[in-house]
Protein backbone atom coordinates (compact mmCIF):
# COMPACT_ATOMS: atom_id res chain seq x y z
CA UNK A 1 0.00 0.00 0.00
CA UNK A 2 0.89 2.95 -0.52
CA UNK A 3 1.66 6.50 1.84
CA UNK A 4 -1.50 7.79 -0.97
CA UNK A 5 -3.81 5.26 0.05
CA UNK A 6 -3.02 5.10 3.33
CA UNK A 7 -4.34 8.99 3.69
CA UNK A 8 -7.10 8.17 1.73
CA UNK A 9 -8.42 5.20 4.35
CA UNK A 10 -7.65 7.08 7.30
CA UNK A 11 -9.47 10.42 6.10
CA UNK A 12 -12.85 8.06 4.88
CA UNK A 13 -12.32 6.31 8.23
CA UNK A 14 -12.35 9.49 10.48
CA UNK A 15 -15.07 10.79 8.60
CA UNK A 16 -17.28 7.70 9.36
CA UNK A 17 -16.24 7.80 12.82
CA UNK A 18 -17.16 11.52 12.78
CA UNK A 19 -20.84 10.68 11.82
CA UNK A 20 -21.08 8.29 14.10
CA UNK A 21 -20.40 10.14 17.35
CA UNK A 22 -22.80 12.82 15.37
CA UNK A 23 -25.53 10.45 14.89
CA UNK A 24 -24.98 9.21 18.36
CA UNK A 25 -25.14 12.68 19.99
CA UNK A 26 -29.00 13.42 17.84
CA UNK A 27 -30.29 10.31 19.12
CA UNK A 28 -29.21 10.56 22.40
CA UNK A 29 -30.74 14.48 22.51
CA UNK A 30 -33.72 13.05 20.57
CA UNK A 31 -34.69 10.28 23.23
CA UNK A 32 -34.19 12.27 26.41
CA UNK A 33 -36.52 15.10 24.83
CA UNK A 34 -39.19 12.62 24.03
CA UNK A 35 -38.70 10.88 27.36
CA UNK A 36 -39.32 14.10 29.15
CA UNK A 37 -42.78 14.53 27.33
CA UNK A 38 -43.66 10.75 27.55
CA UNK A 39 -42.22 9.27 29.82
CA UNK A 40 -41.96 11.31 33.05
CA UNK A 41 -45.48 12.53 32.92
CA UNK A 42 -46.72 8.73 33.51
CA UNK A 43 -44.33 8.55 35.99
CA UNK A 44 -45.45 11.64 38.37
CA UNK A 45 -49.53 9.84 37.59
CA UNK A 46 -48.61 6.72 38.66
CA UNK A 47 -50.20 6.01 42.01
CA UNK A 48 -47.25 4.19 43.72
CA UNK A 49 -45.18 7.42 42.99
CA UNK A 50 -47.67 9.64 44.56
CA UNK A 51 -48.35 7.09 47.41
CA UNK A 52 -44.69 7.43 48.18
CA UNK A 53 -44.32 11.07 47.50
CA UNK A 54 -47.91 11.63 50.08
CA UNK A 55 -46.02 9.71 52.38
CA UNK A 56 -42.33 11.84 52.42
CA UNK A 57 -44.30 14.80 53.36
CA UNK A 58 -46.71 13.40 55.95
CA UNK A 59 -46.77 15.98 58.61
CA UNK A 60 -45.30 14.95 61.84
CA UNK A 61 -48.72 15.28 63.85
CA UNK A 62 -52.26 15.65 63.69
CA UNK A 63 -54.21 16.92 66.31
CA UNK A 64 -57.58 14.72 67.33
CA UNK A 65 -60.33 17.30 67.90
CA UNK A 66 -63.08 16.37 70.45
CA UNK A 67 -66.75 15.28 69.31
CA UNK A 68 -65.19 15.43 65.81
CA UNK A 69 -64.91 12.14 63.66
CA UNK A 70 -61.22 11.34 64.32
CA UNK A 71 -60.94 7.82 62.54
CA UNK A 72 -59.11 9.19 59.79
CA UNK A 73 -56.12 10.21 62.00
CA UNK A 74 -54.79 6.40 62.69
CA UNK A 75 -51.00 6.43 61.69
CA UNK A 76 -50.51 4.29 58.81
CA UNK A 77 -47.38 2.75 60.52
CA UNK A 78 -43.92 2.90 59.98
CA UNK A 79 -41.14 4.26 62.53
CA UNK A 80 -40.90 7.66 62.40
CA UNK A 81 -37.85 9.71 63.70
CA UNK A 82 -39.56 11.91 65.78
CA UNK A 83 -41.00 9.45 67.47
CA UNK A 84 -38.07 7.86 68.35
CA UNK A 85 -36.14 10.85 69.26
CA UNK A 86 -39.34 11.84 72.02
CA UNK A 87 -37.87 11.11 75.75
CA UNK A 88 -39.37 8.29 77.31
CA UNK A 89 -42.62 10.20 78.49
CA UNK A 90 -44.65 8.74 76.00
CA UNK A 91 -42.57 5.18 75.66
CA UNK A 92 -43.24 4.41 79.53
CA UNK A 93 -44.92 5.63 81.98
CA UNK A 94 -41.83 5.53 83.86
CA UNK A 95 -41.84 7.00 87.34
CA UNK A 96 -38.87 8.83 88.02
CA UNK A 97 -38.95 11.26 84.51
CA UNK A 98 -38.51 14.96 86.03
CA UNK A 99 -40.95 17.42 85.35
CA UNK A 100 -38.76 19.02 82.62
CA UNK A 101 -38.47 15.73 81.03
CA UNK A 102 -42.62 15.26 80.88
CA UNK A 103 -43.07 18.74 79.64
CA UNK A 104 -40.61 17.86 76.68
CA UNK A 105 -41.58 14.88 75.90
CA UNK A 106 -45.52 15.74 76.10
CA UNK A 107 -46.03 19.17 75.82
CA UNK A 108 -43.32 21.09 74.08
CA UNK A 109 -44.71 19.83 70.77
CA UNK A 110 -47.21 22.20 71.12
CA UNK A 111 -46.98 25.05 73.90
CA UNK A 112 -42.99 25.44 73.14
CA UNK A 113 -43.65 27.55 69.85
CA UNK A 114 -46.89 28.14 70.83
CA UNK A 115 -49.03 25.94 67.69
CA UNK A 116 -52.32 25.67 67.21
CA UNK A 117 -53.14 28.26 69.82
CA UNK A 118 -51.33 27.06 72.61
CA UNK A 119 -49.90 29.57 75.03
CA UNK A 120 -46.46 29.73 74.57
CA UNK A 121 -44.21 28.70 77.46
CA UNK A 122 -42.36 31.43 79.42
CA UNK A 123 -44.95 33.66 77.44
CA UNK A 124 -46.44 36.04 80.42
CA UNK A 125 -49.02 37.94 78.49
CA UNK A 126 -50.66 34.31 77.10
CA UNK A 127 -50.35 32.99 80.99
CA UNK A 128 -51.83 36.10 82.67
CA UNK A 129 -55.33 35.00 82.65
CA UNK A 130 -54.48 31.11 83.21
CA UNK A 131 -52.64 31.41 86.10
CA UNK A 132 -55.32 33.30 86.93
CA UNK A 133 -58.12 30.86 87.08
CA UNK A 134 -55.63 28.99 90.02
CA UNK A 135 -53.22 26.19 89.77
CA UNK A 136 -56.44 23.29 90.35
CA UNK A 137 -58.22 25.05 87.31
CA UNK A 138 -55.07 24.54 85.07
CA UNK A 139 -54.53 21.47 86.38
CA UNK A 140 -57.86 19.54 85.59
CA UNK A 141 -57.69 21.53 82.25
CA UNK A 142 -54.05 19.65 81.56
CA UNK A 143 -54.99 16.14 82.94
CA UNK A 144 -59.13 16.30 81.10
CA UNK A 145 -58.55 18.33 78.12
CA UNK A 146 -59.52 21.98 77.46
CA UNK A 147 -61.50 23.23 74.85
CA UNK A 148 -60.62 27.25 74.80
CA UNK A 149 -61.01 30.26 72.88
CA UNK A 150 -57.75 29.96 71.38
CA UNK A 151 -57.43 26.10 70.41
CA UNK A 152 -57.78 22.20 71.84
CA UNK A 153 -56.21 21.39 75.10
CA UNK A 154 -56.27 17.74 74.75
CA UNK A 155 -56.57 15.52 77.65
CA UNK A 156 -52.76 14.84 79.40
CA UNK A 157 -51.69 16.76 76.15
CA UNK A 158 -52.42 13.33 74.02
CA UNK A 159 -49.91 11.06 76.50
CA UNK A 160 -53.04 9.00 78.08
CA UNK A 161 -49.97 6.99 79.74
CA UNK A 162 -48.77 10.12 81.91
CA UNK A 163 -50.09 9.74 85.82
CA UNK A 164 -52.15 12.45 87.07
CA UNK A 165 -49.32 13.61 89.04
CA UNK A 166 -46.58 13.59 86.10
CA UNK A 167 -49.44 16.19 84.61
CA UNK A 168 -49.60 18.41 87.01
CA UNK A 169 -45.57 18.33 87.38
CA UNK A 170 -45.62 19.43 83.74
CA UNK A 171 -47.94 22.21 84.18
CA UNK A 172 -46.12 23.51 87.14
CA UNK A 173 -43.00 23.28 84.98
CA UNK A 174 -44.89 25.21 82.79
CA UNK A 175 -45.58 28.00 84.83
CA UNK A 176 -41.99 28.08 86.57
CA UNK A 177 -40.89 29.18 83.18
CA UNK A 178 -42.60 32.60 83.02
CA UNK A 179 -40.38 35.32 83.94
CA UNK A 180 -40.65 36.61 87.67
C1 LIG B 1 -51.75 19.26 70.67
C2 LIG B 1 -51.22 20.46 71.23
C3 LIG B 1 -51.02 20.50 72.76
C4 LIG B 1 -50.24 19.69 73.53
C5 LIG B 1 -49.39 18.49 73.09
C6 LIG B 1 -50.35 20.18 74.86
N1 LIG B 1 -51.17 21.27 74.89
FE1 LIG B 1 -51.68 22.37 76.55
N2 LIG B 1 -52.86 23.56 75.40
C7 LIG B 1 -53.02 23.44 74.03
C8 LIG B 1 -53.90 24.52 73.56
C9 LIG B 1 -54.33 24.77 72.12
C10 LIG B 1 -54.26 25.26 74.70
C11 LIG B 1 -55.13 26.50 74.75
C12 LIG B 1 -56.59 26.16 74.84
C13 LIG B 1 -57.39 27.42 74.88
O1 LIG B 1 -57.32 28.13 75.90
O2 LIG B 1 -58.09 27.72 73.92
C14 LIG B 1 -53.58 24.64 75.82
C15 LIG B 1 -53.69 25.08 77.13
C16 LIG B 1 -53.03 24.51 78.20
C17 LIG B 1 -53.15 24.98 79.57
C18 LIG B 1 -53.99 26.15 80.04
C19 LIG B 1 -55.38 25.71 80.31
C20 LIG B 1 -56.23 26.87 80.77
O3 LIG B 1 -57.11 26.62 81.58
O4 LIG B 1 -56.03 27.99 80.31
C21 LIG B 1 -52.36 24.16 80.33
C22 LIG B 1 -52.15 24.25 81.83
C23 LIG B 1 -51.77 23.20 79.45
N3 LIG B 1 -52.19 23.43 78.16
C24 LIG B 1 -50.91 22.22 79.86
C25 LIG B 1 -50.34 21.26 79.04
C26 LIG B 1 -49.47 20.23 79.50
C27 LIG B 1 -49.04 20.03 80.93
C28 LIG B 1 -49.11 19.51 78.40
C29 LIG B 1 -48.22 18.28 78.36
C30 LIG B 1 -48.56 17.19 79.24
C31 LIG B 1 -49.79 20.10 77.26
N4 LIG B 1 -50.51 21.17 77.68
C32 LIG B 1 -49.69 19.63 75.96
C33 LIG B 1 -52.45 22.51 73.20
C34 LIG B 1 -51.60 21.50 73.62
Redesign the pocket.
Known amino acids: MSAEQDRKFFDTFMLVLGSLVLITIAIFVLANSMAGRTQEVHVKEDPAYQQRNLERIRPV ?1 Q ?1 AIAGADNSGLRDPGGPRPAAAAMPAASAQPARDLSPED ?2 KG ?2 T ?3 GAG ?5 KTGDAEAWAP ?1 VA ?1 GMD ?3 T ?2 IEG ?9 P ?4 SN ?1 TDQQ ?1 RD ?2 QY ?1 VEQLPE
Open positions: GVIYACACHIAGAPRQTLYHAFQGQAGYMPRGGHLVAVM
